[in-house]
C-alpha cells in the first residue's frame, strides 16, 4: 500500500529544509547503494534533478511511466514529478540536485532558458556509448563532482559555474535530439509549443481556461488549438485533460489518500464530478483504478 502522502525530499531520505538553494552533486552508488539499489516513489519540490547514467542499466518511474534504460543515457525530472529508481552495482554516474535560483543570479539569462528547456517535462535522453556528446558529458559532471567536494568551493562560484555549463550543455544535447527530425521552419513553433508545455505545467491544477493559457502565449484561442495540434494531433483541452489525468493516476498509485481528498487536491469542488471526469477518460472509476494497481497491474508503459 502506498503511504497516505508521497515523500518530499531535499535528497532521498533528507527532510527539505525551507528556504534552503540547494546545489548538490554524487555518485549514484554513493546513495544507491544504502538502499539495496532501490529508490522508492518521492518528489523534490522545487529542485530540479537530473540522473546521468554513465554506464549501466536502469529501472526508472516517472509519474506512471515506467522506462528500462542502459547508459549512456540522462533522465530530467522536473520539480513534483514522482519517481523511483531501481539500479545495479554495475551502474555508475551522478546524481545533480539543485535549485532554480542558483543558476538565475545575475545576468544569467542563457542559464534560466536553458533550466526551462530542459526541465519542460520529465525525459530520458538516450546516447551511443562512443558519441563525443558522452565524454564531454562525463567531464562536466566529474569536474562539477570535484569542485563541489572542495573544502574552498562551499561559498564559491565555481560549481554554480559548472552547474550552469551542464545544463545548458543538456539543453542543447536535448534540444538536438527534439530537432533532428524537424522540417525546417518548424523551429519556432517549436519554442512557442515548450512554452506552452511550461504553462501547462505550472496551472493545470488551477483549471484554467484555454483562452487564459493563449492570453498568456500572446496569440488567439484558435491559433493555440493549431500550433498544439500541429505538434502533438490533439487540442489543448485534450492535452489538459491527459495531464490531469496523469496528475490523478500519480496520486492514485502513489498516496494512499481517500478519493475525495485527491479530487479537492487536483482542483476539482466537487469530488463526483471529478469521478465521472476519471471514468470519462479511463473507462474506470478512480477505486476501481486503484484496486487494479493495488492487484499487481503495473503503470503504464512508457
Known amino acids: ?29 554513493s546513495r544507491s547503494r544504502l538502499h539495496d539499489w532501490e529508490i522508492d516513489a518521492h518528489v523534490h519540490q522545487g529542485l530540479h534533478q537530473v540522473i546521468w547514467l554513465r554506464a549501466g542499466p536502469v529501472e526508472a518511474i516517472l509519474d506512471e511511466c515506467r522506462t528500462q534504460t542502459q547508459g549512456p543515457a540522462l533522465i530530467v525530472i522536473p520539480p513534483g514529478v514522482a519517481h523511483a529508481f531501481r539500479f545495479s552495482p554495475a551502474s555508475d554516474g551522478h546524481v545533480l540536485t539543485l535549485h532554480a535560483s542558483l543558476l538565475a543570479e545575475g545576468d544569467a539569462t542563457d542559464a534560466g532558458d536553458a533550466l526551462q528547456t530542459l ?72 519554442s ?10 505550472a496551472h493545470h491544477l488551477e ?23 500541429a505538434e502533438t494531433g490533439s487540442n489543448v483541452q485534450a492535452l489538459l485533460h491527459a495531464r490531469l489525468m496523469r496528475e ?18 487536483l482542483g476539482f469542488e466537487d469530488p463526483a464530478y471529478f469521478c465521472r471526469f476519471f471514468k470519462r477518460h479511463s473507462g ?18 512508457g
Not at 3 to 17: D, H, M, N, W
Not at 134 to 150: G, T
Not at 215 to 229: A, D, Q
Not at 248 to 265: D, G, M, Q
Open 284 to 301: 474506470l472509476s478512480p477505486r476501481a483504478y486503484r484496486a487494479r494497481l493495488q492487484r499487481g497491474a503495473g503503470p503504464a508503459e
Open 207 to 229: 483549471h484554467w481556461p484555454v483562452s487564459r493559457y493563449a492570453e498568456r502565449l500572446g496569440m488567439s484561442t484558435e491559433r493555440l488549438n493549431r500550433m498544439v495540434r
Open 248 to 265: 490523478a493516476c500519480r496520486r492514485l498509485v502513489h498516496v494512499a489518500a481517500p478519493v475525495s481528498s485527491l479530487a479537492f487536491e
Open 119 to 190: 526541465f519542460a517535462a520529465p525525459r530520458t535522453l538516450a546516447f551511443e556509448a562512443d558519441a563525443p556528446d558522452v565524454a564531454r558529458l562525463q567531464v562536466l559532471f566529474e569536474a562539477l563532482q570535484a569542485e563541489a567536494a572542495a573544502p574552498d568551493s562551499a561559498d564559491g562560484p565555481v560549481p554554480r559555474w559548472l552547474a550552469r555549463s551542464v545544463v545548458w550543455r543538456l539543453a542543447r544535447l536535448g534540444e538536438r535530439q527534439a530537432q533532428a527530425a524537424v522540417q525546417p521552419g518548424v523551429a519556432g513553433r517549436r
Open 192 to 201: 512557442i509549443y515548450t512554452r506552452w508545455v511550461v504553462l501547462m505545467e
Open 1 to 29: 500500500m502506498p503511504p497516505r502522502t508521497l515523500p518530499r525530499f531535499a535528497l532521498y531520505g533528507e527532510a527539505v529544509q525551507a528556504g534552503a538553494e540547494l546545489l548538490h552533486i554524487e555518485p549514484i552508488q
